[in-house]
């Protein structure tokens, strides 16, 4: 089998094989602040610029203002779109809410081929693709489960067949128990990686855990982790203490 490295410093480490198994899905599960967003930008400069294809499905942030994130952390989007290595796109969940449901009224329970277009509307396979986030895209479906939960299994399968390895973020609390909207996404999801961004007193502690990975023995703590000025550095040697019990 073969693995996919984080591109995050210290992160790998946290897994036996150093990295995520090719062709995986990964939920990304944070709260606001605990750089869900940056993580994943990071992940798609570092193999972007070693030649592999890479996409961002943004639900929320436009291009540009992602672009110059990209740019605060010193990662040259310019160059890496201009080399067809790096696809920056925002999409809407609207349209994709009107358009699953015009399609599933069509089919009346069929196979739903048609959801393909819909879901990844895209010609071209990508290596790595990152989808930010499923929070904001099953918020359109509110009061519509069924054809949420229709559409996210469409979509963890349609990742498969293509064969990319996937992350997908999600919100939750600061010290979360549900790691995704519904609890469908986790159960698909071949892994999930949550981030920490809780408040200890008058100071906000980061940490980082890889709560599950098919495929990959990997360590179950807690371990702290930064935001700096070059991107997400994970320390994997030194554990958040007490974290996840913290009200």
């Not at 159960?187 to 999930?192: H, I, N, Q, S, T």
Request: hydrophobic content about 40%; glycine content about 8%; proline content about 3%.
């Amino acid at each position: 089998m073969s693995y996919v490295s984080t591109g995050t410093p210290g992160l790998d480490k946290l897994f036996a094989k150093n990295g995520v198994p090719v062709g995986s899905s990964v939920i990304i599960a944070g709260g606001a602040g605990s750089g869900k967003t940056i993580l994943c930008l990071q992940l798609l400069a570092y193999h972007a610029s070693r030649g592999k294809t890479c996409l961002y499905m943004s639900f929320e942030e436009d291009e540009g203002c992602l672009m110059n994130h990209m740019r605060d952390f010193g990662w040259d989007p310019d160059r890496l779109i201009k080399a067809g290595t790096l696809k920056i796109k925002k999409y809407s969940p609207f349209d994709v809410s009107r358009s699953v449901e015009a399609v599933l009224a069509k089919e009346c329970g069929e196979l739903m081929i048609d959801l393909d277009p819909v879901i990844l509307q895209e010609d071209k396979k990508f290596d790595i693709i990152v989808l930010d986030s499923l929070t904001a895209v099953a918020s359109i479906f509110m009061g519509r489960d069924e054809t949420y939960r229709i559409y996210v299994t469409q979509l963890f399968r349609l990742l498969e067949q293509a064969g990319s390895t996937s992350f997908m973020t999600t919100e939750t609390r600061e010290i979360p128990e549900v790691f995704s909207t519904t609890g469908t996404e986790e159960f698909l999801a071949d892994g999930v990686i949550v981030l920490y961004n809780a408040r200890r007193g008058n100071i906000r502690e980061s940490a980082i855990e890889v709560l599950k990975m098919r495929g990959e023995k990997h360590e179950k703590k807690l371990v702290a982790m930064e935001i700096t000025d070059k991107g997400v550095v994970v320390y994997p040697e030194q554990e958040a203490l007490g974290l996840a019990n913290e009200d």
